[in-house]
């Protein structure tokens, strides 16, 4: 069974950065496209960003382009999300995502998700 655990989110203010970091475990990770997505309350989830099996595409949701990054490392197991010139809406919780298909913008396309990690940006 697939386990993926968020960590790094946390409080910054408006103009700051955050890494976030996803470790998979218990299948071969090399094998999964893995996407980011958020959840603000009172909202839906939302895509961020999805990454390929070897990382050589990315695709990003408009409101992030430019200012987030998703990236892997397939010896380490993780997938990361570097978040740059961070705005209040950016606030939510932010979820890590596992997709034994193709990339994908779609949270019904994803097979394993981990149980997040907040993210707060004060203005």
């Known amino acids: 069974q697939v386990q993926l655990v968020e960590s790094g989110g946390g409080l910054v203010q408006a103009g700051g950065s955050l890494r976030l970091s996803c470790a998979f475990s218990?299948?071969?990770?090399?094998?999964?496209?893995m996407g980011w997505f958020r959840q603000a309350p009172g909202k839906e989830r939302e895509f961020v960003a999805t990454?390929?099996?070897?990382?050589?595409?990315?695709y990003y949701a408009d409101s992030v382009k430019g200012r987030f990054t998703i990236s892997r490392h397939n010896a380490d197991n993780t997938v990361y999300l570097q978040m740059n010139n961070l705005k209040p809406e950016d606030t939510a919780v932010y979820y890590c995502?596992?997709?034994?298909?193709?990339?994908?913008?779609?949270?019904?396309?994803?097979?394993?998700w981990g149980r997040g990690t907040q993210v707060t940006v004060s203005s």
């Open positions: 990454i390929t099996w070897n990382g050589d595409n990315t």
């Open positions: 218990g299948r071969t990770f090399s094998r999964y496209a």
């Open positions: 995502a596992a997709n034994r298909g193709s990339w994908s913008q779609g949270q019904y396309d994803y097979d394993y």
